[in-house]
């Protein structure tokens, strides 16, 4: 006869730990899928009304109508990234005269050509999202995704050891008020001998 394999000395909360164990890595393996696919989804989608805008839409030449605010003299270093909003003015379809507010480099004198998409009517929209704004935006969402999904997992993982935890120690010191007198040589006072 084989012995037995199962170590008597396991107790049902280590089994659990085991278990645990293994739920948590497949809980964080499906937030990792879960992360990829939605990020996968996002662009599809995105990408899709990406085109759909871009049949619709399309760019005109405008041009700014007044002088865009500068920037301070402290910040010319970064003046590139430095944004202003003005007027800008163009003609679109021909004859038809349209002025909105576009965001333009600060500094951008009056009479400068910016694009603008409009729609058939010649009405502004925004600029259709481009190759690098799906990807971004996609990272974003399956980031996103990934953080909720994977800290459910290992919240969840760390709350049930807590909880396994808090057995373990109720089970030990039931047992070492068992175990205690004997061991230590102390003997328990039963009720009828009057404490002696």
Do not use: I, K
Not at 128 to 147: F, I, M
């Amino acid at each position: 006869m084989r012995p037995s394999t199962v170590n008597q000395l396991t107790r049902q909360t280590d089994r659990a730990r085991s278990r645990l164990r293994l739920w948590q890595a497949v809980a964080v393996v499906a937030a990792v899928l879960g992360a990829v696919a939605s990020g996968v989804l996002f662009h599809a989608s995105e990408a899709g009304r990406a085109a759909s805008e871009r049949s619709t839409a399309r760019p005109v030449t405008a041009t700014t109508v007044a002088d865009a605010p500068s920037v301070p003299a402290r910040g010319r270093a970064t003046a590139y990234l430095e944004r202003a909003v003005v007027s800008v003015a163009w003609d679109f379809p021909a004859g038809v005269r349209h002025l909105a507010r576009e965001s333009v480099v600060a500094g951008t004198p009056a009479g400068s050509p910016v694009v603008v998409w409009v729609d058939p009517l010649g009405r502004p929209l925004g600029t259709p999202p481009g190759a690098l704004d799906l990807v971004l935006g996609s990272a974003l969402v399956g980031g996103g995704t990934l953080t909720v999904l994977g800290g459910l997992a290992v919240v969840g993982g760390r709350l049930l050891r807590l909880r396994l935890d808090r057995r373990d120690l109720r089970t030990w010191a039931e047992q070492w008020a068992r175990v205690e007198p004997e061991w230590s040589g102390r003997r328990r006072h039963d009720a009828g001998d009057g404490g002696r």
